[in-house]
Antibody, heavy 124, light 115 residues
Framework: EVQLVESGGGLVQPGGSLRLSCAAS????????MGWVRQAPGQGLEWVGH??????????VYAASVKGRFTISRDDSKNSLYLQMNGLQTEDTAVYYC???????????????WGQGTLVTVSS | QAVLTQPSSLSASPGASASLTCTLR?????????IYWYQQKPGSPPQYLLR?????????GSGVPSRFSGSKDASANAGILLISGLQSEDEADYYC?????????FGGGTKLTVL
């Protein structure tokens, strides 16, 4: 069964940095686009960004709200996804979900699996 | 105006059907979009239900009951998630999503109450 396990969340001061990791298993990680989605307390879902696969040059795409502050990377040899977050602001407080995007027969679709999430709290 | 608009709440009775709407902003052509639907229960991550573009381009998530189905209402420029034979376990938040302007965009979510 597909598993996505996030780690690295915690409390950080405004202006600080944090790196989240996502360990993937039970599927061919290198085939898939992978991304991050966040959810502020009591709020809806917000896409953070994604990284495409090698066939698509590992292109990254970010939401406007995090562009220039957050960086998504991956290590296909370790079946791992990362989110480097710099310049954190209080409004970045959220549960961050690792998300797999569906790939079928060379076509690319939306998120079909989610991790359990890791909480990031930005506060002084 | 938001790209995707969902009613904040909806109530329905057990055994009845519920139609959850996801309205695309005026000027966004419904025909060209796959609409994705997710269910989220308190304290849990979202779960993929299905995607729908047309009757020939749709997909049901693994293990998702057939009483969850997708469609479109062209007159309303909206995607529809229909849940038939409502059960108490269907009580949850439901989100729609599309790929628009090089981003995945979510609707604000609908809280479905089954009572």
């Amino acid at each position: 069964e597909v598993q996505l396990v996030e780690s690295g969340g915690g409390l950080v001061q405004p202006g600080g940095s944090l790196r989240l990791s996502c360990a993937a298993s039970a599927f061919t990680f290198s085939d898939h686009y992978m991304g991050w989605v966040r959810q502020a307390p009591g709020q809806g879902l917000e896409w953070v960004g994604h990284i495409r696969n090698k066939a698509n040059s590992y292109t990254t795409v970010y939401a406007a709200s995090v562009k220039g502050r957050f960086t998504i990377s991956r290590d296909d040899s370790k079946n791992s996804l990362y989110l480097q977050m710099n310049g954190l602001q209080t409004e970045d407080t959220a549960v961050y979900y690792c998300a797999r995007e569906d790939t079928r027969s060379g076509n690319y679709y939306g998120v079909d699996y989610w991790g359990q999430g890791t909480l990031v709290t930005v506060s002084s | 105006q938001a790209v995707l608009t969902q009613p904040s709440s909806l109530s329905a009775s057990p055994g009845a059907s519920a139609s959850l709407t996801c309205t695309l902003r005026s000027g966004i052509n419904l025909d060209t979009y796959r609409i994705y639907w997710y269910q989220q229960k308190p304290g849990s991550p979202p779960q993929y239900l299905l995607r729908y573009k047309s009757d020939s381009d749709k997909h049901q998530g693994s293990g998702v009951p057939s009483r969850f189905s997708g469609s479109k209402d062209a007159s309303a420029n909206a995607g529809i998630l229909l849940i038939s034979g409502l059960q108490s376990e269907d009580e949850a938040d439901y989100y729609c999503m599309i790929w628009h302007s090089s981003s995945w965009v979510f609707g604000g979510g609908t809280k479905l109450t089954v009572l």
